[in-house]
């Protein structure tokens, strides 16, 4: 009994885990929100890519004003493999449970948005790495990708621009 008990504790945790980052995706807004699903998308797509990768948590954001509806975004968040596998149509936190025994993915994305609609040009820039693997050269080397963003000579910097 005290076996069973603990089973249920312990996978309802599990569950609060992966429902409390679903939530924190769904108050983000809804601009940085259609950023992650354009990385979990693309993340979910790779061959070599077993389970399904859900958002876990935001690190870092930012965002410019072009002006006339446009906007430059930077969203820095870390997406963690859940115990479905690929494929699993409307993966949710109800029968996605996060692992445990799989690294974070750190992923920095930047992109330009038009009435809520993200651009392709410039094309968005979509980077996902483990964790163990993300070195500062590597943070670097997104950070110059993402200031390169057609923006003219005397604009801020979208990486240094304030906080949302």
């Given at each position: 009994m005290a076996v069973f008990l603990f089973l249920v504790l312990v996978s309802t945790g599990v569950f609060l885990d992966t429902t409390e980052a679903q939530?924190?995706?769904s108050k983000l807004p809804d601009n940085y929100r259609k950023g992650v699903e354009l990385a979990v998308e693309q993340i979910n797509s790779h061959q070599t890519i077993t389970s399904v990768f859900l958002f876990f948590k935001s690190v870092d954001k930012s965002d410019i004003d072009g002006g006339f509806g446009v906007s430059y975004l930077y969203h820095r968040f870390y997406l963690k493999a859940t115990r479905c596998p690929k494929g699993t149509v409307n993966a949710n936190p109800s029968k996605c449970a996060f692992r445990k025994d799989r690294p974070l993915i750190d992923?920095?994305?930047c992109y330009k948005i038009h009435s809520g609609e993200i651009q392709s040009d410039p094309k968005p820039y979509v980077h996902c790495i483990h964790?163990?693997?993300?070195?500062q050269d590597l943070l670097k080397i997104r950070a110059e990708r993402c200031n390169k963003m057609s923006y003219a000579n005397?604009?801020?910097s979208l990486l240094a621009s304030k906080k949302p």
């Open positions: 939530e924190v995706l992923c920095g994305i964790k163990p693997q993300l070195t005397g604009s801020p």
